[in-house]
């Protein structure tokens, strides 16, 4: 296991979590069903966010064969809006220029109440992937050693119930999911 980014313990001791980088997380547009749509501009090092762009795609390939990028970017958001959708332009430093989407017949379809901050949470969740930036945590129990010699060792293990989850996007809510696992793992302790 690799070195704990963080490690917290219990008031007594007797457990213990450790916060650590995922090795291998799961790409959110891939794994995971989406409501949120969205499209790429080409570039040459950058893949697309999405394989298929959601239901604009077609639309969007047209608009890049006859404008510059820029101006592609701006016929979209407008025609999403005048659609009666929501839509996001998406420019990090370091990544795919990007335009995310929610038409009404998905708002509507998925009840979502605020479809803006639905749009900005998908975002955050990408970059958080796109950076690495997604944890997991182990819950220990120490397991104390004596040698032939009488001398104590004391290490750290597992615990064997559930004491473990990946795939969590964010440092800081990766640490509350911690801090509620090791509680929980406290009171079946006692």
């Known amino acids: 296991m690799d070195e704990p980014l963080k ?7 007797t457990r213990r ?33 999405d394989e298929d762009g ?11 064969i006859a404008y510059d990028w820029d101006i592609a970017v701006r016929i979209l958001q407008r025609y999403v809006t005048q659609l009666g959708g929501v839509s996001v332009l998406h420019s990090p430093v370091d990544g795919p220029v990007s335009v995310w989407y929610l038409l009404p017949s998905k708002i509507k379809a998925e009840g ?4 803006l901050a639905c749009i900005q949470a998908s975002v955050l969740e990408y970059e958080q992937w796109a950076q690495g930036d997604v944890y997991g945590f182990v819950v220990e129990r120490p397991v104390r050693w004596t040698s032939d010699e009488g001398a104590v060792r004391i290490t750290w ?9 990946w795939g969590l996007f964010g440092r800081d809510y990766a640490l509350s999911e911690a801090r509620e696992a090791l509680q929980d793992a406290a009171v079946q302790n006692e």
């Open 54 to 64: 959601g239901e604009l795609a077609d639309s969007w390939m047209r608009l890049l």
């Open 17 to 49: 979590v450790s916060l650590l980088r995922d090795p291998d997380p799961a790409n959110p547009r891939l794994e995971y069903d989406q409501v949120v749509s969205v499209v790429t501009v080409p570039h040459p090092r950058y893949h697309n966010v």
């Open 7 to 13: 490690v917290i313990y219990n008031d007594d001791k």
């Open 112 to 115: 979502i109440p605020e479809p």
């Open 157 to 165: 293990e597992p615990c064997e119930d559930d004491g473990q989850l």
